[in-house]
């Protein structure tokens, strides 16, 4: 086969290619290929050929159909130097730069071939459009929803930029829990922090001179290694152990990304986060009248959470179901 030839082989799986992406289910499959096959081209791509730069301007993004991308991306650190914060190895079914395409970016990273493949490059113009039309495949594209989850997570409130709570949205691992499930043991080691999508957990510490237990509702955050005063093996352990009060799901987050993208290191965590809801209502008259435990238990129960920007949370006519009170700090 002539070199000429390569390309026609290849444009004419192109649309079979674009078929076989699962980004495209719940819309109808032949209009939106109708809509992107003209703007999309299939490329050979070889060890070593650099597909995007950080900083340059979103023009594609691109799926890995048969290749290997590393991606990678650097922030200033402030004496000047250049500081890789992200390197991660993305296969085929992966997006590159599907977040530039999202929030209106230049490209987040760059990204480079390290095994020979197939990509399809399709035109950020032309899948804006299919967007337009079909607003339901934003989520299928990127985890906007659960980028927007962890904005409102009061342990995540120190990250402000979305292009790092979108490398921590994919890198989340959800856990469905039973009433009672245990999640881990004092003796665990310490892998991930554990963030409450929703429910409530329960937290016991053996090793305190008295016995402890601590209630975590929706929005709390749990899993510090070495948070129990005087255990000088913390660091091999939890030092407590946690179990599922309910029906529970959780977002847990390596370890080992939070310290590369959000720069929180394990061993420097304390549970201060946990104990914000019941000293909040420590100060709060209309739970005066309830004792330290009591207000400690109803903590517990109390979703906790981060409202990054403006958004309503009643209007006049609801019917209220539930009492706001703000942290510290906090306006409305």
Not at 255 to 268: D, I, N
């Amino acid at each position: 086969m002539n070199a000429a030839a390569a390309p026609n082989r290849l444009n004419a799986q192109k649309r079979d290619l674009l078929a076989a992406m699962p980004q495209w289910q719940g819309a109808p499959l032949d209009e939106v290929l109708d809509l992107l096959e003209p703007e999309t081209e299939v490329i050979d791509a070889q060890q070593g050929q650099v597909l995007v730069r950080q900083g340059e301007k979103a023009e594609n993004i691109y799926y890995i159909v048969s290749a290997e991308v590393t991606e990678t991306r650097e922030k200033e650190t402030n004496n000047g130097h250049r500081e890789v914060i992200i390197h991660r190895t993305l296969g085929p079914g992966r997006l590159v730069g599907g977040l530039a395409l999202f929030y209106n970016l230049a490209h987040t990273g760059t990204a480079k071939i390290t095994k020979s493949g197939l990509l399809l490059r399709i035109s950020t113009v032309a899948l804006d459009r299919v967007l337009y039309r079909y607003p339901r495949l934003r989520d299928n594209m990127a985890p906007l929803a659960r980028i927007n989850r962890l904005r409102t997570m009061p342990y995540l409130a120190p990250v402000k930029s979305l292009v790092l709570l979108g490398y921590l949205a994919e890198e989340v691992q959800v856990r469905s829990l039973q009433e009672n499930e245990i999640i881990y043991t004092d003796k665990t080691t310490p892998e991930h922090v554990h963030l409450i999508h929703k429910g409530q957990v329960c937290l016991f510490f053996p090793h305190r001179s008295e016995v402890c237990k601590r209630l975590l509702g929706t929005g709390g955050a749990f899993g510090f290694p070495g948070s129990v005063p005087g255990r000088s093996n913390a660091a091999n352990g939890y030092g407590h152990w946690a179990r599922a009060v309910c029906t529970t799901e959780l977002y847990l987050l390596a370890w080992a990304h939070m310290k590369r993208l959000a720069r929180f290191y394990p061993q420097l965590q304390t549970p201060t986060v946990q104990e914000t809801p019941a000293l909040t209502l420590h100060e709060v008259p209309v739970f005066a009248q309830l004792t330290h435990a009591q207000r400690e238990e109803l903590a517990g129960y109390c979703s906790f959470q981060h409202i990054p920007q403006y958004h309503l949370l009643v209007q006049q006519g609801d019917f209220m179901d539930s009492m706001w009170i703000l942290l510290k700090d906090g306006r409305a």
